[in-house]
């Protein structure tokens, strides 16, 4: 009966939202992303190599290189990963995370024009209006390059760090539902019929710029934001792969899941639940975009050309986001060696096709809450 339900909905939203024609199915591109962290690389022992400065572990200049070197290469966006403790035994390697990801990436927005630009933020500690507020700014600043990974903490070093205790796993997700809610509400509040400045008249209509006044059970906002649209409207959600609670989230929220390498078939399966997820929540199929981490380290350029390849061909995924495990070297390497020939074969564009991050992504616009997700809350 599921299965049935979702290929009426799947078809009725096919042709009714995103019809277009096969040609223009034949473009589709395929995404490319790339984790950086500590600005040393994924491997713990990169910090000791005789090219790398280990002072450069908080050298927001590295940083800067590396999203410098992607965004050369025409790769969709960075992505900050976090953990809101402390991780690893730096007596033998750098903490695996260290500042904190939207500060890093406002400062990455000024050095770059392109690139998009994720961070991690919890769901779990921070309030909903300073988590609006913190990434519209980004948004904005960035002219509308910004994305969120919005995961909930349960973690009980994190908790610790917040002077509290963990509670029931159940709970986790419980806040998560109502901080997306109040934070995608909260990033509509400044309406777009509000309209540009006029200094013959108004600044903004203030009847387009609304309290929210919102109270749940964990969380709640009056509002509204006092910032407006950015070129993309507001930021794009990305959440990681999980089931059960984590999937019906992502189902209603998420435009970007990540998941862990595994087999081709279950990467398959993954992006299938998730597209379920989406059409039971009221959305279109293609509106969460399947990326999951890809390696380099070990392999040829064709090689790895060929593993993307593969995967995204056999519609397995909708991209990669890129592991190095030295960020110093293996980013230009990566650029340098095997974007070209996945532009040979046609699998990516040469160079950006639009400017904000969901041009960058294929996603649909949004502004504020999805009015097709409101009732399922």
Known sequence: MAETRFSEQLFF???????????????????LGVVLGNNFGNNPATWRKSHIDPSSYTNIDATVKQARTAERGGMDFIFLPDRLFMRGNPALSPPIF?????????????????IG??????????????????????????????GWNAVPSYEPEAFANFGMTL????????????????????????GEKAGKP??????????????????????????????????????????????????????????????????????????QT???????AGRGPEEIKFVVFAP????????VADHLQELFEAEAVDGFVMNFDDFHTEIDEFVERVIPILRKRGLIPDGYQGKTLRDHLELPSQYGLDPRIVSNL
């Open 198 to 271: 006029d200094q013959a008249g108004m600044f903004a209509n203030p009847a387009y710029i609304r309290p929210v006044n919102l109270q749940r059970r964990h969380v709640g906002a009056r509002g509204p934001l006092p910032v407006p649209p950015s070129e993309q409207g507001q930021p794009v959600i990305m959440m990681p792969v999980t089931s059960g609670y984590g999937l019906k989230a992502a189902g209603m929220y998420a435009n970007l899941v990540i998941g862990m390498p595994s087999s081709m078939e279950q990467h398959r399966a993954m992006r």
């Open 98 to 114: 260290n500042i904190d990801p939207i500060i890093t990436l406002s400062a990455v927005a000024q050095a770059t024009e392109r």
């Open 167 to 190: 509670p029931p796993r159940e709970k986790k997700y419980e806040r998560l539902h109502e901080v997306i809610h109040l934070v995608q509400a909260l990033w509509g509040s400044w």
């Open 117 to 146: 630009l994720i961070g991690t933020a919890s769901t779990t500690f921070t309030e909903p209006y300073l988590l609006a507020r913190q990434l519209k700014a980004l948004d904005v600043i960035s002219r509308g390059r910004a």
């Open 296 to 303: 380099y380290t070990g392999l040829t350029a064709e090689q």
């Open 13 to 31: 939203i096919s042709n009714t939202f995103f019809l277009m024609d096969k040609a223009k199915m034949n473009k589709k591109k395929m995404i």
């Open 274 to 280: 998730l597209q379920e997820a989406a059409v039971q």
